[in-house]
């Protein structure tokens, strides 16, 4: 993962998260496959960070996923070359579509991060994705998205957190809001509530909680 040269403060990133429904019948050694190759993908030059693995905890008035793939980049037109790579293409086609019954994407620009891109295995996160209810305006989304981004202050333990507006609707199912707090580990993500503030916005919520796997695969491309 190329993330030599990003600075550790204050830059901007682009978050790219992926949510998947494995089918009912979905075997072991297939679903292996799929996250080995996805974490395969991490060596492409435009990524920065890249993790999938099983989704610990969901929460939802009516979605369900089981695995999560977390990626970042330095711009759009890197997570636009990581979409369009053949490696990627083959993966998706090989060893996702196989084995996947639904799909979710979101992605959004995130001007607040601090710290490193990369992620260290065995850290925890909170996705919380929102879709607002039809009519609210400018000034109710900016409170949502204030909302999110608040919840740094009122738990220090959080190391990172970003949040910010879907630029992707085509996977996002409708929802446009979207943040991702990452902890040290998993009990200290506990500590947050159970579901988004701000509801007399909110028709409907997505929230997935993850933890970093600690291994590696090698590719198998």
């Known amino acids: 993962m190329s993330s030599s040269n990003f600075s550790s403060t204050s830059d901007q990133i682009i978050e790219h998260i992926v949510l998947y429904k494995l089918k009912p019948d979905a075997d072991a050694p297939a679903v292996n496959a799929m996250l080995s190759n996805l974490k395969s993908l991490g060596s492409l030059d435009s990524v920065l960070h890249l993790s999938a693995g099983p989704v610990s905890r969901c929460r939802s008035n009516s979605l369900t996923f089981t695995h999560m793939l977390h990626s970042r980049y330095r711009s759009k037109s890197d997570l636009i070359s990581y979409s369009e790579n053949p490696n990627h293409i083959s993966v998706v086609a090989n060893y996702v579509k196989p084995v996947v019954d639904d799909v979710m994407a979101v992605d959004w620009v995130a001007n607040d991060l601090s710290g490193s891109p990369v992620i260290p295995p065995g850290s925890a996160s909170r996705l919380t994705i929102l879709k607002l209810k039809e009519g609210t305006g400018e000034s109710g989304k900016s409170e949502v998205l204030g909302s999110l981004s608040g919840i740094k202050q009122k738990f220090p333990s959080i190391e990172q957190l970003t949040a910010g507006e879907n630029f992707s609707p085509g996977r996002a199912k409708g929802f446009s809001i979207c943040s991702i707090a990452v902890f040290k580990e998993l009990k200290e993500l506990e500590a947050l509530a ?28």
């Open 194 to 221: 159970s579901e988004p503030e701000n509801k007399d916005e909110i028709s409907e919520f997505l929230v997935v909680d993850t933890v970093v796997p600690a291994t590696i695969p090698s590719a198998c491309l």
